[in-house]
């Protein structure tokens, strides 16, 4: 963890009823996966949530209403925040693992998918964030490799359970990069060669590439602000996403 606090965005990815079994006792609530991003302007981009296999999550209660399913450490953190229906406490309702995620359909703020179901991404780290990723392939590299890697590897699939239908044929251009096109993500992957999610240093430079060129220079391709820069409208996205109830905000 860094020395300077850092601000996320924490996307309400709602769980589509109805309900497995192991979500049973959350019946009754509206129950989200909430993905820490610093993207919120690509939302419109999302094709499914990654989650860790062998990852420790719970399901939280938020308020009265609102269950959200994370990593331990980011519901303390939540609740010092006050976003816990008990002050200062995390209140958990069930103990739920990575694998119990997987294959969840969601129904999430502003993606033009409908429906996106939660996916296995071994490089997911719970020290940071809440433990739950969204995945917008366009713009992300690490997105983009975890599921070229997923759709490469059939045994994957079936070691995981994951269902065909589940993974998404298509990435949605959000934004243009003058210099990387509508797919920045895919692009610097495949100038940079970049051979698996695990390449951690050239991910890296990826990531650096994208992200600055994304901000100084990208267009929206997409949704209410198509054709602004996403430098103007990157915080109305974000106030947008927080005024609706749709996104809160976290900082650790
Ligand atoms: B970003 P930073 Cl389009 N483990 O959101 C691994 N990665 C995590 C994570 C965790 N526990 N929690 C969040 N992240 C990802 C969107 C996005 C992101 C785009 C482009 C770049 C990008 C869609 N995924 O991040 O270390 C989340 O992915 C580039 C760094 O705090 C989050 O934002 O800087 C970002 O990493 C936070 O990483």
């Known amino acids: 963890e860094g020395v300077q606090p850092q601000e996320y965005t924490l996307i309400k ?7 497995p079994l192991k979500l049973g006792p959350l019946e009754g ?3 989200f996966l909430a993905a820490a991003t610093l993207r919120p302007e690509t939302m419109y981009g999302q094709t499914n949530a990654w989650v860790l296999p062998d990852g420790k999550y719970g399901a939280y209660e938020i308020s009265e209403t609102d269950v959200f399913i994370l990593t331990e450490r980011s519901a303390i953190n939540l609740a010092y925040q006050n976003f816990s229906k008990i002050p200062q406490k995390p209140s ?10 997987i294959g969840l359909p969601l129904k999430s ?4 998918n409908e429906i996106i179901y939660a996916l296995p991404m071994l490089t997911i780290l719970t020290n940071k964030g809440t433990g739950i990723v969204t995945s917008v392939p366009s713009d992300s590299p690490d997105d983009y490799m975890a599921l070229r890697d997923l759709k490469a590897k059939p045994d994957r699939r ?21 210099e990387f096109g509508d797919k920045a993500a895919e692009k610097v992957c495949l100038d940079l060669k970049i051979q698996s999610p ?10 650096r590439l994208t992200y600055l060129k994304g901000f100084t220079e990208g267009t929206m391709l997409i949704g209410e602000f198509a054709g602004r ?8 996205v974000k106030t947008k ?3 609706s109830g749709e996104a809160i905000v976290y900082s650790e």
């Open 198 to 207: 695990n390449d951690k240093d050239k991910l890296a430079e990826a990531k």
């Open 109 to 112: 703020p502003l993606s033009v």
């Open 92 to 101: 958990c309702l069930v103990e739920l693992t990575g694998y119990d995620l």
């Open 241 to 243: 996403l927080i005024e």
């Open 29 to 31: 609530k509206r129950v």
């Open 158 to 178: 079936a070691k995981y359970g994951v269902k065909d239908e589940w993974v998404p044929s298509d990435i949605v251009p959000v934004i243009n990069i003058p």
């Open 13 to 19: 990815m709602e769980v589509v009823k109805p309900f």
């Open 229 to 236: 820069k996403v430098q103007e409208i990157k915080p109305i």
